[in-house]
């Protein structure tokens, strides 16, 4: 028997084995491999070993098949990946980290057994599973094979499996083209580090297939896949930013959806007044104002963590605490587009719901909308179909969900933005300063009583009486009268009165009615 | 550098002027759209060249409403 690859014969003392066990060991860590690391360290980053040092609890990390390496590669230890279980914040994960030294990251036969196998062990044991992706994709010294690829296993059956049960994390964290980003779509939270990329392919094989020229961070950079198409959910300067901002992307969450909520000892006052809310949001409907404002004033002190801040931005998706408990905020902002929900702050908000939905965060609308945006852009981008997906989440999602009402409630919008009764929204209430009804007065009453308007003797009086009439219909109180908010409430109380909700609502709605169905048929 | 609208209104307003040093997010013209008054913004902090746009004119989303020459 051999205990190397170089097959020579193993000695017969036991102490000279663990020797050579040992030395093989050592010979896949960092510190033998200076020399095949230092391309790594000279562009700032860090090993998968250091990474994975950095983002688990200090010596928390039990590695897995360290002394794999592929038959025909002598010089591919652990066949690209660094694979096992550690602790973030005491509770146990799953990581599986690409290393870019050997062979590019590229995924080898041998590496996929290690990814499946741990991603089976987040699926059995129900713990959170993070990528650390830094590598390109399959492996195409084997790739370029039929008898290989088609009979090839990946784990994406796995990581469906796993989507709602246990979150599920990727880093960005050098070249992603291709697989690496095929896996992070399946990703609860992605994280990008700028200068690493992300898409479907790079740009060899985009100018091969269609000759497009373009850079790799034009095509798939941080700005463009985070900030503009919200394929990441954050960009990041460093690769330590990145590996922080899962461990507190996962301190929101349970460790599955069976595991009760992570609530955290919180010394914020939880009937802290604030005198501010009384003048962050002017009764003036045509002014904006920065909604973010009033969520760092209602929120636990440093709680909130926004998902997508560079990505439809007309609507704020943050993760937060109140009275340390977490809970998902879904935000209108007049800052962007008025506020309005066009297709991809659609996109985001019913992902976020989605997300909080299945690990149990209770969901807290701040409603200001004018309704959703309207006109040819908007149509071609398939707003009506897109629109629907908000409503179809809102419609699954059995936490509790609470609504304020800040201003504006429009239309559909408001709807979807979970107001008055529609979803049975567990708590609804409004500030003075809210103005809900079907779509905004002026345009409707245009539409409603244009001819009666035109025929008038003085028909701008006429339209002036219209609009004075119908505004008199519109106001707090009158939503209050008719039952469609539970109560109107001081600004500065939203924050009391939140908590308070919160902490006697039943984790989730049980009872409905559903029809014996195997499943929902998404709009999108 | 442009300024682009990020959204299709009217413009209500114009109100900075060629020449003048701006600092990222400053309002250029004021849009409105969706009953409610949008500004157009520096992309970045620079000195104003030209404003491309009138009141009353109408702005169509991505359109470019002033041209920029970056500090």
Excluded at chain 1, 22 to 32: N, T
Excluded at chain 1, 38 to 56: D, F, H, S, V
Excluded at chain 1, 195 to 209: E, Q, R
Excluded at chain 1, 408 to 437: H, Q
Aim: hydrophobic share 45%.
């Amino acid at each position: 028997m051999s205990l190397r690859a170089d097959a020579r014969p193993a000695p017969d003392d036991l102490r000279a084995r663990l020797d050579l066990v040992r030395a093989a060991k050592r010979a896949v860590g960092d510190a033998a491999r200076a020399e095949a690391l230092a391309r790594q360290r000279a562009r700032g980053k860090l090993t998968a070993r250091e990474r994975i040092a950095a983002l688990a609890d200090p010596g928390s990390f039990v590695e897995a098949g360290a002394l794999v390496r592929p038959r025909d590669q002598p010089d591919a230890p652990g066949d690209g990946v660094v694979t096992g279980s550690a602790r973030i914040g005491g509770r146990p994960v799953s990581i599986v980290a690409n290393d870019f030294s050997v062979m590019g990251g590229s995924s080898g036969e041998a590496g996929a057994r290690k990814t499946l196998r741990q991603t089976q062990a987040s699926l059995d044991h129900g713990i959170p599973y993070v990528s650390l992706l830094d590598g390109g994709g399959h492996r195409i010294q084997e790739g370029l094979d039929s008898r290989h690829f088609a009979a090839v296993s990946t784990n994406f059956q796995q990581l469906v499996d796993l989507s709602g049960w246990a979150p599920i994390c990727a880093a960005m964290m050098g070249s992603g083209f291709a697989g690496p980003s095929n896996m992070s779509a399946l990703a609860d939270f992605v994280v990008m580090v700028r200068g690493a990329t992300m898409g479907i392919a790079g740009p060899a094989l985009v100018k091969a297939a269609t000759g497009e020229d373009i850079d790799k961070e034009a095509l798939g950079g941080a700005a463009a896949q985070a900030d503009r198409h919200g394929i990441a959910d954050l960009a990041v300067d460093t690769d330590a930013e990145a590996l922080e901002a899962i461990r507190r992307f996962l301190s929101y969450f349970p460790s599955n959806a069976a595991e009760p909520l992570p609530i955290q000892p919180c010394d914020d006052p939880a009937d802290r007044r604030e005198e501010a809310l009384l003048d962050l949001v002017p009764a003036n409907t045509r002014r904006a104002y920065d909604v973010r404002k009033v969520l760092a004033a209602v929120a636990d002190r440093e709680s909130l963590f926004e998902l997508k801040p560079g990505y439809a931005r007309n609507v704020v998706t943050s993760l937060a605490r109140l009275g340390g408990r977490p809970v998902g905020i879904i935000a209108n902002q007049p800052l962007h587009l008025a506020g309005t929900l066009d297709s991809p702050a659609c996109e985001k908000a019913a992902h976020f719901i989605a997300l909080c939905d299945a690990f149990g965060l209770p969901l807290v609308f701040f409603v200001d909308i004018p309704g959703f945006l309207v006109g040819s852009p908007a149509e071609k981008s398939g707003l009506v179909r897109r629109s629907a997906r908000i409503i179809h989440e809102l419609g699954k999602a059995t936490v509790p969900r609470l609504s304020v009402v800040l201003r504006k409630g429009y239309g559909l919008g408001f709807i979807a933005m979970n107001g008055g009764r529609s979803f049975g929204a567990d708590l609804t209430v409004a500030w003075p300063s809210a103005e809900i009804c079907a779509m905004s007065i002026e345009g409707a009453t245009d539409v409603a009583f244009g001819r009666e308007i035109a025929a008038a003797p003085d028909p701008a009086a006429r339209r002036a009486e219209l609009i004075a009439g119908f505004r008199a219909r519109v106001g707090p109180l009158e939503a209050a009268e008719g039952f469609g908010v539970d109560d109107l409430i001081d600004p500065r109380d939203t924050r009391p009165v939140l908590v308070e909700a919160l902490s006697r609502l039943a984790p989730r709605r049980r009872g409905r009615a559903r029809p014996p169905k195997h499943r929902d048929i998404s709009p999108i | 550098m442009e300024a682009k609208s990020e959204i299709t209104g009217r413009v209500l307003e114009v109100v900075a002027s060629p020449g003048q040093q701006l600092a990222e997010d400053d309002p250029i013209v004021v849009l409105e759209s969706m009953k409610m008054e949008i500004a157009v913004t520096a992309p970045r902090a620079g000195t104003l060249r030209e404003i491309k746009v009138g009141v009353d004119d109408l702005v169509e989303e991505d359109q470019v409403v002033a041209l920029m020459d970056p500090a």
